[in-house]
């Protein structure tokens, strides 16, 4: 782990994290009133969960109409922003958590939705900084590396490799036209794009670039599945053949998959193993020594794609920051002189929310997944799609990143 990249990195999710529960989720009330509390606001500090941000407790003395008059337990008063939380909801004596912000305070309710950011270094398939969740205090889980959850519309970019991989061309025309399929369970499946529209001819690329469901099925009615299967088994993304309904990203992954098999795309073709342990030294003597070190410190590439088909992906994925779901992103590239490459997933009823980009500077390339959903799958809420809650996430770390760096 890089000091530097962790810490940017869990900033960037728990700030994120934040700011869905700001904008998504109603007011859960306070921690009580502070007459009938028989713990002090010190000891009340002492049982948060620990994260970057600072959070504390603090006793409501006045009320304003945006404003709380609050005392902390060294027993000076702050102001606190109410941000979008109605002060009718609080009462004088009530003990509420702020949030730091600078020099400002803000109220703060702990979230209950989850998440994960992991980035790596190319080629090398070190892993730079890896955050599993929102806190550790809260949960132990690591939605990195043990979350299986549906991938949404990330998993496209395989299918698209897989169509340039059968003979087609990015620039070739296909219908994005409603479609009704049957599938192995008898049931009838009938896609459509996120907008409700749809839009006849359209490039290949185009398909990638503003992620429509539509074009991608009919690829993948055209070229047939044995392929695209062959690819996702090769991007260690599924074991089994897969029903159509994979192209719109219905199979199980982990975020670190994920990025492992999005690495090919930016190493000619070659998929990473992620490397967690770069050296071991040893104190004693240990038999198969040099097997152990090179089986933890090694970095393991795969060819799954051809070099041509990864650069036409690679430059797609640039255009999907440029000009597609990802296009928030873009103002960064000159902001920082960087090149962002990206695709953002949504999965059904909005449960899971992805983002995995690519960021290449004037002298390395690293790439990043972002995973946030629940704990226990529900949805995040109407249009909480990737674009909208994960991809800000990734733009906290370029920003917090680029900005120490810069200055």
């Excluded at 059968?166 to 219908?175: A, Q, T």
């Excluded at 103002?331 to 690519?358: P, Y």
Aim: net charge positive; glycine share 6%.
């Amino acid at each position: 782990m890089n000091k530097k990249f962790q810490y940017c990195a869990q900033k960037a999710l728990e700030d994120g994290i934040i700011e869905y529960t700001n904008q998504n989720i109603s007011w859960n009330g306070t921690l009580g009133n502070i007459s009938e509390c028989k713990s002090s606001l010190k000891e009340i500090n002492n049982q948060l969960p620990n994260t970057i941000n600072k959070i504390q407790a603090c006793v409501v003395r006045k009320i304003d109409s945006d404003n709380l008059i609050c005392e902390i337990w060294n027993k000076k008063l702050i102001q606190v922003n109410c941000l979008k939380y109605s002060p009718k909801d609080i009462n004088i004596g009530d003990i509420v958590l702020c949030r730091q912000n600078g020099k400002s305070f803000e109220l703060y309710q702990t979230p209950e939705v989850t998440g994960g950011i992991v980035i790596m270094d190319l080629p090398s398939g070190n892993i730079l900084a890896l955050s599993g969740g929102y806190s550790f205090d809260l949960s132990s889980f690591n939605c990195i590396t043990q979350a299986q959850r549906q991938p949404g519309s990330t998993i496209k970019p395989f299918v698209y490799a897989a169509t340039i991989e059968s003979g087609k061309d990015e620039y070739d025309i296909v219908e994005d036209k409603p479609v009704t399929l049957i599938l192995s369970n008898g049931e009838r499946y009938t896609p459509h794009n996120y907008n409700g529209k749809s839009y006849g001819k359209t490039y290949l690329r185009e398909g990638l670039i503003y992620s429509r469901n539509l074009t991608t099925v009919n690829l993948a009615r055209e070229i047939g599945m044995n392929q695209i299967s062959d690819l996702l088994k090769h991007a260690n993304l599924i074991k089994n053949k897969a029903p159509i309904s994979a192209v719109l990203g219905s199979v199980e992954v982990t975020p670190i998959q994920l990025l492992s098999a999005f690495s090919a795309f930016f190493n000619n073709g070659k998929m990473i193993t992620p490397k967690f342990v770069t050296d071991i030294e040893k104190s004693t003597p240990i038999s198969e020594f040099e097997t152990l070190k090179e089986s933890l410190c090694s970095s393991k590439q795969t060819k799954i794609v051809e070099p041509r088909t990864a650069e036409i992906i690679k430059n797609i994925l640039h255009d999907v920051v440029k000009f597609g779901t990802a296009k928030r992103a873009s103002a960064l590239e000159e902001e920082f002189g960087l090149e962002i490459f990206g695709k953002t997933g949504t999965t059904n009823d909005f449960k899971d929310a992805w983002f995995v980009g690519a960021i290449k500077d004037k002298l390395k390339t690293y790439l990043m997944c972002v995973f946030i959903g629940y704990s226990i799958p529900k949805t995040l809420g109407e249009h909480c799609s990737g674009s909208k809650v994960a991809l800000p996430i990734f733009m906290n770390f370029v920003n917090y990143f680029y900005s120490n760096t810069k200055n």
